[in-house]
């Protein structure tokens, strides 16, 4: 471990670890929202029946341990650094769902894994230095300027406007709303989840940052932002295949936690062009691994599941057209 710092040695293996927990939590949480549904309304249609059952809140739990641990990565290690290693999580969370809940899971999907692996070890190993804050009123200053103000607003618009006009028409069949919501909210959580890592870290060594209306005001942002990503989240995984929503929400989710920690942290002062081209095409890698996901999450079963994606859910009567047309050949 030549050449890395004590602080990202601890991000890493808090990253590594949350991994791990929140990729199991995909999988208790689907069982229990499975079970859920066949006694109650399913989460994907509004119900919220799974709340009493026990394997939903075990997943829960899981899903917490993990958050806590990827929480404390971003108090040692920049963001762009900790996002990319969720890539595990995609990769442990598949397998589990294919041997656990019978998801099926193609060779060209296992490859599709490796290559989410691969691109995020590209990103990591090319990853820029992260500055150096001694005050959470630093984060505060680069939270409001310009910028990261516009993206912000942008943000927060789409998230509305996915909520109140496209989910009602399209949240329950096509899979890039649901992960919309969860990713584009995401990424301005993780940039308030560092500064109150950063606050933590600070108090711990004596500068105590929890004095400041600024400490207060990003955790309120996390809580709220938290518990909209969960509700969401549910709604992709009652709905959707567990292996392609964890990939889908890994991507979207990186790339724009990536680019809010550019826009926000300026991460490209310290990069120069061939760091830059290397970051990219490990995005390319890990776009083309989630392809493979999700175009081969369904190889190998009946001709009329393979009509629709796995994001797309065709209507019955599309189905039953297929159907029949198969019957006349």
Not at 38 to 44: D, E
Not at 55 to 76: D, H, K, L, P, Q
Not at 99 to 121: A, P, Y
Request: with cysteine; glycine share 8%; proline share 4%.
């Amino acid at each position: 471990m030549e050449g890395i710092s004590s602080d990202n040695v601890h991000g890493l293996v808090l990253a590594i670890s949350s991994s791990i927990f929140i990729g199991s939590s995909f999988i208790i949480k689907k069982k229990g929202l499975k079970k859920a549904g066949v006694s109650g309304i399913r989460a994907g249609s509004g119900g919220h029946s799974y709340l009493m059952e026990p394997w939903w809140w075990a997943g829960m739990i899981t899903m917490i341990v993990g958050e806590i641990a990827n929480f404390a990565a971003y108090a040692f290690a920049p963001a762009i650094l900790v996002t990319p290693l969720g890539a595990l999580s995609i990769i442990f969370s598949a397998v589990l769902a294919h041997f656990i809940l019978e998801e099926h899971l193609h060779i060209f999907g296992v490859v599709g894994c490796c290559l989410c692996l691969v691109g995020s070890t590209t990103i990591v190993l090319h990853a820029p230095q992260e500055r150096k804050i001694e005050s959470v009123r630093e984060v505060w200053h680069l939270a409001t300027e310009p910028g990261f103000l516009v993206y912000t607003g942008i943000v927060l618009v789409l998230v509305l406007v996915l909520i109140f006009v496209i989910v009602p028409r399209f949240g329950p069949t096509h899979l890039i709303v649901y992960i919309g919501i969860c990713s584009l909210t995401g990424s301005l959580t993780v940039m308030s989840v560092k500064a109150v890592g950063i606050a933590l870290k600070l108090s711990f060594s004596g500068s105590n940052q929890f004095t400041y209306f600024e400490t207060w005001f990003f955790t309120l942002f996390v809580l709220v932002c938290c518990l909209l990503q969960i509700n969401y989240l549910n709604k992709a995984l009652d709905t959707f295949n567990t292996a392609v929503v964890s990939p889908f929400y890994y991507v979207m989710f990186t790339t724009l936690t990536i680019f809010a920690s550019m826009i926000m942290f300026k991460d490209w002062d310290s990069q120069n062009a061939t760091d830059i081209v290397t970051e990219l095409c490990g995005f390319v890698t890990i776009l083309s691994g989630t392809f493979l996901l999700h175009k081969t999450i369904d190889m190998g079963s009946s001709p009329v599941s393979t009509l629709g994606s796995p994001v797309f859910h065709p209507s019955p009567e599309l189905i039953a057209n297929a159907s029949s047309r198969q019957v006349e050949l």
